[in-house]
């Protein structure tokens, strides 16, 4: 059995052929252009590029098990679209050892199985069960790489922490004039310093969180709080960006009914991030609006809550959760990722991109969950439209969360 990879690209090349020496004495590795001439049993590799790779016009299913495309994930949809099936082997690019490792490692085993056995039906009900073999195992390695990657991540992240923390603290020395005095020019640098090192390190905790929060369990130190000195704060801290763009900000809130239960650094978090997004696509002299007031909540609906005509279980007028509204005049949330753009790590196409990368959204999702909320996207036929609603009474205080101190979690990982 040969090995055939259809590639100019001479590191694929390299790393192909380091895998592969792992795996099996190949009796050759072959650089080509093309596959013409292999047999059925080769494996061939394409190096897959929209208007530059010549794939074949008709191939046969026995061969196509065996070839493996390396591409873009933008360029599935046209690799599907030339062979007119979904079952292809695709390995994602940037191509990485452990994944090139898992996928070949299947084809190698099957290979060398179907040679000591000459039975077509005994081979084929073995192809059978190792097909279903290797898929399982395949999937077991890629999450342990994924669990590994992302402890790497959670600690490279932990270490990143401190010395954002002290050029926010460096910086509030020399606003303090601890040093010395400072002009009217150096102070408003310094303060923009100051606020972009906070931007960062919350930034930074934001990914440790989404990095540790399923597989660290703690208690949310929850206190009775007002949620207008939350909003406030959130105001306070995004006012260098409403200022620069000359946003306009309005806000109506009605005290709650009832206490409210949270902790206060973790709410300050999820507003900030919305108003964040909020200010990012607001046009400048556009305006952003902040509603808060008491609402009633049926927890036990999946729907998205409503302010009117919303169907109770039970009659009542009792609100049971306080909810905060943030309205922008930016462009509206596309209806097909109202939902998607709370997932982590995901995005969507264009300038108009409102997920943050699947990060700030992401972060306000989880912290919501933990403090026994929801928070979703409205559709909207202008600007766009956050809201969240805490509950008044909670179910149960022992919930998924992120205390333990950074260095404490870090390192136990």
């Not at 923009?192 to 369990?217: D, K, P």
């Not at 609603?389 to 998924?400: D, K």
């Amino acid at each position: 059995m040969n090995v055939v990879i259809v590639s100019k690209n001479r590191e694929l090349y390299a790393l192909c052929v380091e895998v592969l020496a792992e795996l099996m004495a190949t009796e050759s590795v072959l650089m080509a252009d093309s596959v013409l001439g292999t047999s059925v049993n080769d494996i061939c590799l394409w190096d897959f590029q929209p208007g530059e790779t010549e794939l074949p016009d008709r191939i046969e299913p026995s061969r196509l098990r065996n070839w493996y495309f390396l591409l873009q994930r933008k360029h599935l949809s046209a690799l599907r679209q030339h062979f007119g099936i979904i079952e292809v082997n695709t390995i994602l690019k940037p191509v990485t050892r452990a994944a090139l490792r898992a996928f070949l490692g299947d084809t190698c085993q099957r290979w060398k199985k179907e040679l000591g056995s000459e039975d077509p039906q005994v081979s084929a009900r073995t192809e059978r069960d190792d097909i279903l073999q290797s898929l399982i195992e395949a999937n077991l390695k890629l999450q342990e790489y994924d669990q590994e990657r992302t402890n790497f991540l959670a600690r490279a992240i932990h270490d990143f922490r401190a010395p954002l923390t002290a050029l926010g603290g460096y910086c509030g020395l020399m606003l303090g004039e601890q040093f010395g005095t400072i002009s009217t020019e150096q102070k408003e640098v310094l303060e923009r310093m100051q606020h972009s090192a906070r931007r960062l390190t919350r930034m930074a905790n934001a990914m440790f969180q989404l990095s540790i929060c399923q597989r660290v369990e703690g208690r949310l130190n929850l206190q009775k709080e007002d949620i207008r000195d939350c909003i406030e704060q959130a105001l306070h801290e995004v006012s260098p960006f409403t200022e620069g763009k000359r946003i306009s900000i309005s806000v109506d809130v009605t005290p709650p009914s009832d206490s409210l239960t949270f902790e206060r650094s973790q709410l300050e978090q999820v507003l900030i991030n919305l108003l964040d997004n909020a200010c990012k696509f607001t046009p400048r002299a556009g305006s952003i609006e902040i509603r808060g007031y008491p609402f009633f909540w049926d927890r036990r609906s999946v729907q998205m809550p409503s302010r009117i005509g919303d169907r109770r279980s039970r009659q009542t007028v009792e609100p049971n959760s306080f909810r905060i509204d943030v309205r922008d005049s930016g462009p509206p949330v596309p209806a097909g990722h109202l939902t998607k753009i709370f997932e982590e790590y995901t995005s969507y196409a264009g300038g108009q991109d409102r997920s943050g990368g699947g990060l700030g959204l992401a972060i306000c999702k989880m912290l919501m969950h933990q403090h026994q909320g929801r928070i979703w996207a409205e559709p909207t036929t202008s600007g766009a439209l956050f809201s969240l609603v805490l509950p008044f009474q909670r179910t149960e205080l022992a919930i998924l969360g992120e205390q333990e101190s950074f260095q404490q979690v870090a390192y136990a990982i």
